[in-house]
Each structure stands twice: as structure tokens, then as C-alpha cells.
């Protein structure tokens, strides 16, 4: 097997390794850099896909291998807000297989010079912080997070969301789960441990609103995303309260955009702060949403105070067409779909789709982690 990655950044090379090789032990990586065929900026989720699927194409062409990954971010305007956004896409020689992510706000001097000075978004970010060289390692991420995620991490996610199809092919196919399981893979959070501060760290390390945040309560009865929420703000503020209350999203059971799947976000937020009276209310909501003429669902945080809201976008990937079509044509949640799909009961609260199709490689809690910290991001800085 081998398997080529259309790019000579390390961090890029680094993650592709480190997710294909799990699904495909002893393969032969090489790698080169290769044009995307779009801007270097790409405007939309559209054209940073397209650049993906470009980069995975000739990569796997020029070097005749097995699969080709490509690997493209982009700066894009999401319900009215410039964010960052990244996307991976996988080509065996017949299909596409796609994964994304990591929407988060961008700062205002970032903003300015790549909307303003025509400036890549890593030149950006080197001079936002007094560095060079930021996007072959911490990049944007790690930076707006200030260490709670990073690229290599984020491209990781994605990647694991990409490869889904290739990892549960009878899923994709439309065969139940009990006939074939995919094997089990070796999950990517422990590797992660180091890239997330400890709660013994001190918290003045965070030093915008963040920091002095006492209470925050989760509009939601789903532990998983209590959990992911807790476990976050613990490393952030410790002795931060963090309780669970349900709350309505006030938008259809399937958000079919990322605008709808972000309002349902934000009205769990609202009513949750209200109902509690909790420093910040956070809202949680999937969904599914249409680019470049393909579904793909789609998660979304939003974090309200009273005032203003943050918000960041985490899991984006290719459902498995049945699913697709229950969801659109008879108007089935995701969740009962998967049900129906696996054989099995409550996978939402469980592993959830990601868990399923990447076979463990990723889980929901996982998913939901990193939409708060995109959420969070902004109020992590002064």
C-alpha cells in the first residue's frame, strides 16, 4: 500500500501518518508538494474542497500510489462571519472521500490583513504573534486556542472524518453493521493529552473572559456533551461549575444548514443561561449541510453570556446515503437513522456517527470538544 500526501509541510505529513496509518499498518508514506488548483486563499468551504480533492488527485497520480490525501484550508464566511475552516479529501482512483472542520472566528487584525492586504492566512497569524513559520506548527489553532487544540491535531480530526468511508465501506455501502464490522482502531485522543494544558497549569495562562468564568451550564441532557464541555472548562478554569439543562433549539429536528444547525446552537445557549442563571450558556447542535452540491453533516457551538455570542464549527463529513436519504426524503434524525444502520440503540449518546464509521478512530465527545474550544477561542485572549 502506498499512500501519498499532496503537500512537503510536516505538520500535514505528520497527521496524515498518523490516522492512515492506524487504518493501514505497515504502508509506505511519501509524500510532495502539489498545486491545489485554487486560491491561496480559498473564499468558501466549496473551493477549499475543490483544492482537497485537487491536491489528493495529482498527488496520487504523480507518484502512482494507492491513495492520494490532500489537505486545504480556507477563510470563510459562515452566517454572516469570517472563520477559518479546514479540509481533507482522500482519492482512491474512483471517488472522493471528504472530512472537515475546525471553523473559528479569526481576530480583527487577521481579518484585516488577509481581507484588507491580500495576506495568506499564516502570514497573518506570523504577524499577529512576532513569529515566523507558524502554519508548519502550532498554526492559527494552536494560536487562537492558545494550546487547547493545534493544526496537527485538527488535521488529524479531519483526516479521521475523510477516511470514514474507506474505514466502514459496507456502512457506505448500505449493509447493517452486524453483518461486517469494521475493525476496531486505536482511538486518537490519548494522543492528544499533551496538546491540551493541564489543569494544574496555572489559569492566568488564559487571560480573557475565560479566566474569571464561574458557572456555565449546557443546554442540552446528552452526557456526552456535558461531559466534553466539563472537561474542557476544567482545564481552563478550575473550579469552573458546569451543570447540564435541557433547552429547546427552536429549529427542526435536522438542521439542514449550517446557519439553521447554528441558530438551534445559539437558542439552547440563551435559554439555558436564562433557566439557570449561569455566566454562560452553551448550545450544541448537529445537523447537515449542502457544499459544492454534497451533503455532509455538521456540528456547531455556540457560547452565549448575556450579550454576545462566540461560536466554532467541528465535525463536517459524508454520511453514509442511507442515512442521507431517510434524513431528506422521510425526515428521520440522524440519530434513529444510525440506529436503524448499526443494529444498534442510542449511538448518540453513545459513540455517536463518528464513532461508528470511524470505527473509534474519533467519537463524539471528541467532536463536541473541539467545537467549544473554537467556540472558546475568542475568550481566551484579552
Known sequence: MIIAVGSDNPVKIAAAKDVAGRGYPGANFINGRVASGVSDNPSDDAEAISGAKERARRVRKEFSADLGIGLEGGIVTVDGRLMTAGWAAVCDGENYHVGGGGHLALPPSAVRGIVEEGKELGEAMDDLV??????????????????????????????????????????????????????????????????????????????????????????????????????????????????????????????????????????????????AGAGWGVGLEGGMTLIGGEWYTCVWCVIWDGEADTRGGGVHFQLPPPVIRAVLEEGKEIGRCMDELTGMARTKRRMGAEGILTAGLIDRTAGFVSSFIYALSPRLHP
Open 130 to 275: 512576532g513569529e515566523k513559520g507558524t502554519k508548519r506548527g502550532r498554526g492559527a489553532i494552536g494560536i487562537l486556542t492558545r494550546g487547547l487544540s493545534d493544526r496537527r491535531r485538527a488535521y488529524r480530526e479531519i483526516l479521521a472524518y475523510a477516511f470514514a468511508p474507506l474505514i466502514s465501506r459496507r456502512l457506505y455501502s448500505g449493509d447493517l453493521f452486524p453483518a461486517e464490522a469494521p475493525p476496531a482502531l486505536k482511538p486518537l485522543r490519548p494522543a492528544d493529552a499533551d496538546a491540551i494544558p493541564h489543569p494544574s497549569r496555572p489559569s492566568h495562562l488564559f487571560d480573557g473572559s475565560a479566566a474569571s468564568i464561574a458557572t456555565i451550564v449546557v443546554g442540552s441532557a446528552n452526557p456526552l456533551k456535558l461531559r466534553a464541555v466539563a472537561e474542557t472548562a476544567g482545564r481552563i478554569r478550575p473550579g469552573c461549575r458546569v451543570s447540564a439543562r435541557p433547552a429547546a433549539s427552536g429549529v427542526s429536528d435536522n438542521p439542514l444548514s449550517n446557519e439553521e444547525t447554528i441558530a438551534g446552537a445559539l437558542e439552547r445557549a440563551r435559554a439555558a443561561r436564562k433557566s
